[in-house]
């Protein structure tokens, strides 16, 4: 069974968009009709950069620089008039070691990739998506992780980071009863090109493909879950 959602009164705004979830998350969105703004840290001439910049806008930015985000849901803003969903999907793993042995800057770096860009693009959104008409109220949507439910050996702070996506998830549902929805996805292992390469010898076919957690993704922004916010969704599938 499929379902087919319509989003041609909606602008959405799509972080981490040149990586192999975002430009799912890009395409999913354009092919249901909706006005999409992609934005990354890297540019149409990066070669893992995998956005089809001919159905999206992309703006290209920091968004662990908060003058970036600002200028850039600003920029959204002023070219379509509006903003209606937000989704956070900017993020990276780093792992293999234990905290005794992990660097300082490998934590820096997590916090800012995960968690600080979700932070920084919703605090700028949520005022322009309290404006939203589309499906009744803005939606944001950000990406946790299956592993950020518990402490794990070797990835702890790439789990703590994404227990904070979670955090701030239900904290910005909270603040925004009414106005704006705020929801999270949790993958475990997604099927991406990066992934197969640094795990070669895993089971591939029980990884989730990027195609339908961008389903999911939608779904959330959907008048389908107008009664959905604050919710940690599972999007692992077998993995």
Request: charged share 25%.
């Amino acid at each position: 069974m499929s379902a087919d959602f319509d989003f041609s009164d909606s602008v959405v705004l799509v972080t981490g968009a040149g990586g192999t979830l975002g430009s799912a998350v890009c395409d999913a969105f354009a092919d249901a009709g909706a006005t999409v703004c992609g934005a990354d840290v890297v540019g149409p001439d990066d070669e893992d950069f995998a956005l089809d910049t001919d159905r999206v806008d992309f703006y290209q930015g920091d968004f662990t620089d908060e003058d970036d985000v600002r200028e850039t849901v600003e920029a959204v803003v002023d070219d379509h008039g509006s903003l209606d969903a937000l989704a956070n999907i900017a993020g990276t793993w780093r792992g293999g070691t234990p905290i005794d042995e992990t660097e300082a800057k490998t934590f820096d770096f997590l916090m800012d990739v995960n968690l600080k860009t979700m932070f920084l693009a919703s605090k700028h959104a949520v005022p322009h998506l309290r404006d939203s008409d589309a499906a009744g109220q803005g939606a944001i949507v950000s990406v946790s992780a299956r592993s950020s439910l518990e402490g794990g050996e070797g990835d702890g702070i790439y789990r703590a980071s994404k227990a904070g996506v979670r955090i701030l998830t239900e904290t910005i549902a909270e603040e925004n009863l009414g106005e704006v929805r705020a929801n999270a996805v949790m993958p475990s292992v997604i099927d991406t090109p990066m992934n197969r390469e640094m795990m070669p010898d895993s089971d591939h076919e029980t990884w989730v493909d990027p195609e339908d957690i961008a389903e999911t993704i939608m779904y959330l922004c959907s008048d389908a879950a107008s009664v959905t916010s604050g919710a940690a969704v599972p999007v692992y599938g077998e993995a």
